[in-house]
């Protein structure tokens, strides 16, 4: 249930947002989320609206979630390929050996505010 914690840290990555921009509130709050960040989406929605709930320039935020594919560079055949569900290797040349590129995180990616 780290949701929670993200959820905290995310309101006040917001709110350092329209303090340094002198924003009245948050409209808007743009993120994308990782196929493997680990993240419970229904439970980071919720709590996110619970949060909200606290947040001076939140309050009346909407959410927007955007979902991140599990993009990889193959260290085998040096191809950079976006894997689908539950498959975990190269569609090139089929080796498991690959770091991540993207997919592994959320991020904040716009904020509209007043």
Request: proline share 3%; net charge negative.
């Given at each position: 249930?780290h949701?929670?914690?993200?959820?905290?840290?995310?309101?006040?990555?917001?709110?350092?947002?329209?303090?340094?921009?002198?924003?009245?509130?948050?409209?808007?709050?743009?993120?994308?989320?990782?196929?493997?960040?680990g993240?419970?989406?229904?439970?980071?929605?919720?709590?996110?609206?619970?949060?909200?709930?606290n947040?001076?320039?939140?309050?009346?935020?909407?959410?927007?979630i955007?979902?991140?594919?599990?993009?990889i560079?193959?260290?085998?055949c040096?191809?950079?390929?976006?894997?689908?569900?539950?498959?975990?290797?190269c569609?090139?040349?089929?080796?498991i050996?690959?770091?991540?590129?993207?997919?592994?995180?959320?991020?904040?990616?716009?904020?509209?505010m007043?």
């Amino acid at each position: 249930m780290h949701e929670l914690s993200i959820v905290e840290s995310l309101i006040d990555l917001c709110e350092e947002n329209a303090l340094a921009n002198q924003a009245k509130n948050i409209q808007e709050i743009y993120v994308k989320i990782g196929r493997l960040s680990g993240i419970e989406v229904d439970l980071f929605k919720r709590c996110f609206e619970t949060f909200r709930e606290n947040s001076p320039f939140c309050k009346n935020a909407q959410l927007f979630i955007e979902f991140a594919p599990l993009e990889i560079l193959c260290l085998k055949c040096n191809q950079n390929s976006i894997l689908e569900e539950n498959v975990f290797k190269c569609p090139y040349c089929e080796s498991i050996e690959y770091k991540i590129i993207q997919g592994e995180d959320l991020h904040l990616m716009r904020l509209v505010m007043e």
